[in-house]
């Protein structure tokens, strides 16, 4: 697995298990992950070998969300058969997809932050795998999606679900307030393709895992998500789909939340008000 990162001051990185290299440093044509990312959905991205740094570990590093910005946010919800029961809720024949405003993110390592309880008493975290694009694409088959993905993220999405369960109309205020998206700080970019059905999806809070499930029993797959999509919309590089959550834990202040996504990385964050 490689990685692409960038550090608190704006710096990118190429990484893998052994640690990151400026990822100048082995593609001296490459000014940021951004453009980085259409090399690594056609699988051309060197390795930090390529480099002549040596490697620094993750651990000695401060990394940022991997972009500065993202694109497009898209969420899927109701994506586990499991969890779509949990909610009363029947399963949907097509992706129950949203979009979320860019003004959701915040640095791994978070905050989250809670609304007022003017606005919402009740919020819930989520885990889920991410899927972000690395080359434009519009109408592309489900088997070429590897061919437009860039890599892979773990994030923890919020809901303000006392206000969903208001109206279901409410959704997209529902899941907007700030910091109710905390991206991972390394996007996971496999060296041959990968099989996601067999990785597991976890959703902790204080350590203790409150939902979890294997890809495998989406409802919709991520490269059905992304095919589906790319027949809505154009896909740029930068855009993100959450693919869905195996199960929400409702989340209070003082709280530490935790999003795995096995193979891939875990991101958490401390909830506050």
């Known amino acids: 697995m490689k990685y692409l990162a960038r550090t608190t001051d704006g710096r990118p990185l190429l990484g893998d298990e052994e640690g990151f290299v400026p990822l100048g440093a082995a593609h001296p044509d490459l000014g940021s992950v951004r453009e980085a990312l259409p090399r690594a959905a056609a699988g051309t991205l060197g390795t930090p070998a390529d480099a002549p740094a040596d490697p620094v570990p993750a651990d000695d590093l401060r990394l940022a969300a991997p972009l500065e910005r993202f694109g497009k946010l898209w969420g899927i919800g109701l994506n586990y058969e499991e969890h779509a029961g949990d909610l009363d809720e029947q399963r949907p024949d097509e992706p129950?997809?949203?979009?979320?405003?860019?003004?959701?993110?915040?640095?791994?390592?978070?905050?989250?932050?809670?609304?007022?309880?003017?606005?919402?008493?009740?919020?819930?975290?989520?885990?889920?795998?991410?899927?972000?694009?690395?080359?434009?694409?519009?109408?592309?088959?489900?088997?070429?999606?590897?061919?437009?993905?860039?890599?892979?993220?773990?994030?923890?999405?919020?809901t303000a679900?006392?206000?969903?369960?208001?109206?279901?109309?409410?959704?997209?205020?529902?899941k907007s307030f700030d910091s109710f998206l905390v991206p991972g700080d390394a996007l996971a970019i496999p060296d041959e393709p990968l099989d996601l059905a067999d990785l597991r999806v976890a959703t902790e809070v204080n350590g203790q895992v409150e939902a979890e499930n294997e890809i495998r029993n989406m409802l919709f797959p991520p490269a059905e998500i992304v095919s589906f999509h790319s027949e809505v919309m154009s896909l740029e590089p930068g855009d993100l789909f959450s693919t869905g959550t195996p199960g929400a834990a409702p989340i209070d202040p003082g709280d530490e939340v935790r999003a795995t996504v096995e193979s891939i990385g875990s991101v958490e964050a401390p909830v506050t008000r």
Do not use: W
Not at 103 to 126: D, F, N, W, Y
Not at 161 to 174: H, M
């Open 161 to 174: 679900e006392d206000i969903l369960q208001r109206n279901p109309r409410f959704l997209t205020r529902a």
């Open 96 to 158: 129950a997809s949203f979009m979320k405003p860019n003004t959701v993110l915040t640095g791994p390592g978070g905050p989250i932050r809670l609304p007022p309880k003017a606005q919402s008493e009740r919020v819930t975290a989520e885990a889920e795998l991410a899927v972000v694009m690395g080359r434009a694409c519009h109408g592309v088959a489900e088997e070429r999606v590897e061919e437009v993905v860039a890599g892979y993220l773990p994030v923890i999405d919020m």
